[in-house]
């Protein structure tokens, strides 16, 4: 079993930058997909950003704003929030694609205020 323990959100004005971060209880390897999605009120989850070495994949909504990365050594994603908009503000979750099985984190909040 895995579980994934989020951080890093929170209010943050338009413009504004946040980092998520997202741990990883056990090893999550390189061939094992993670990600980020979020889900804003009244809509449905939606994928932010992924990585699986040494792919990477973005929403066109973030493309040039956001940054997916990860930490090996410590099984950590995370997700560089740069240039931040109103329509940013969800629920963000961290997920991971292992042997097959799909984890999600418990999602943390992120806030833009205008």
């Known amino acids: 079993q895995v579980q994934l323990v989020e951080s890093g959100g929170g209010l943050v004005q338009s413009g504004g930058s946040l980092r998520l971060s997202c741990a990883a209880s056990?090893?999550?390897?390189?061939?094992?997909?993670m990600g980020w999605y979020r889900q804003a009120p009244g809509k449905q989850r939606e994928l932010v950003a992924t990585?699986?070495?040494?792919?990477?994949n973005y929403a066109d909504s973030v493309k040039g704003r956001f940054t997916i990365s990860r930490d090996y050594a410590n099984n950590t994603v995370y997700l560089q929030m740069n240039s931040l908009k109103p329509e940013d503000t969800a629920v963000y979750y961290c997920?991971?694609?292992?042997?097959?099985?799909?984890?999600w984190g418990r999602g943390i909040q992120v806030t833009v205020s205008s």
């Open positions: 997920h991971v694609v292992r042997y097959g099985a799909n984890y």
């Open positions: 056990i090893s999550i390897f390189s061939i094992h997909p």
């Open positions: 990585i699986s070495a040494p792919t990477t």
